[in-house]
């Protein structure tokens, strides 16, 4: 089951620099989308959601593109701190509910100082 | 900021056992769940649960699983006959509403069947 996918286990950044993180789906009936990051030891943490009624939401350094039409999303983390070190999990629902998320693999992001 | 509470942290129990994971969500809010993650898988939903009874169930979530609110704020996963392939990260999750909600997850339980 690839409902929800991330290509990239693993990314590296500068400190300071852009983070992109990427995420693909294939599931048409999902219009509720959300980032979680996950340090070891710990429970996914919320970060940032979209509802497919928009293409962009922003907080603070996090901003969430949605792209319906490539049912393609991605969050960018500017600027990029060590802190950030962990590992980012898409997350998707159908009928604007969080009551069954579909993750992601997830990516592991190192900022490097 | 509060937060999910799990106990125990980490779990180890032989096949064929019961075990019980318990959970405290955050007290106001009214949905709950539990997920897992074998290692190297995927975070996978199991079930969610609303004034007192299963909302969804994953194909996952079979006989030998249940859930139970048995006060007003804990909120258990029974396995009840426990495989080796149930060893997994289980998360518990809770929110205020259901639609377009953030869950807030615990900490987890690491169960290992031996």
């Known amino acids: 089951d690839q409902q929800v996918k991330q290509n990239s286990p693993s990314l590296s950044v500068q400190e300071g620099r852009i983070s992109i993180l990427n995420c693909d789906y294939t599931?048409?009936?999902?219009?509720?989308f959300l980032w979680y990051k996950k340090y070891p030891a710990e429970g996914p943490t919320f970060l940032i959601s979209?509802?497919?009624?928009?293409d962009k939401n922003e907080d603070g350094r996090f901003t969430v593109f949605l792209n319906k039409s490539a049912k393609h999303l991605s969050l960018h983390i500017v600027p990029s701190q060590p802190g950030d070190s962990a590992v980012y999990f898409c997350a998707a629902s159908g009928s604007g509910s969080a009551r069954q998320l579909t993750f992601g693999s997830g990516t592991q992001l190192t900022v490097l100082p | 900021e509060p937060e999910v509470t799990q106990t125990p942290s980490h779990q180890v129990t032989q096949m064929g056992q019961e075990v019980i994971l318990r959970c405290v969500p955050i007290?106001?809010?009214?949905?709950f769940y539990w997920y897992r993650q074998i290692l190297g898988q995927k975070v996978e939903f199991l079930v969610s649960?609303?004034?007192?009874?299963?909302?969804?169930k994953s194909e996952i979530f079979d006989d030998q699983f249940s859930v139970e609110r048995p006060d007003g704020s804990n909120f258990t996963l029974k396995i009840r006959s426990t495989k080796l392939e149930d060893s997994a990260m289980y998360f518990c999750?809770?929110?205020?509403?259901?639609?377009?909600?953030?869950?807030?997850f615990g900490s987890g339980t690491q169960l290992s069947v031996l």
């Open positions: 599931n048409s009936m999902f219009d509720y």
């Open positions: 649960f609303y004034n007192n009874e299963i909302s969804e």
């Open positions: 999750a809770s929110s205020e509403g259901w639609v377009n909600e953030k869950l807030f």
């Open positions: 979209i509802s497919s009624i928009k």
């Open positions: 007290s106001n809010h009214l949905y």
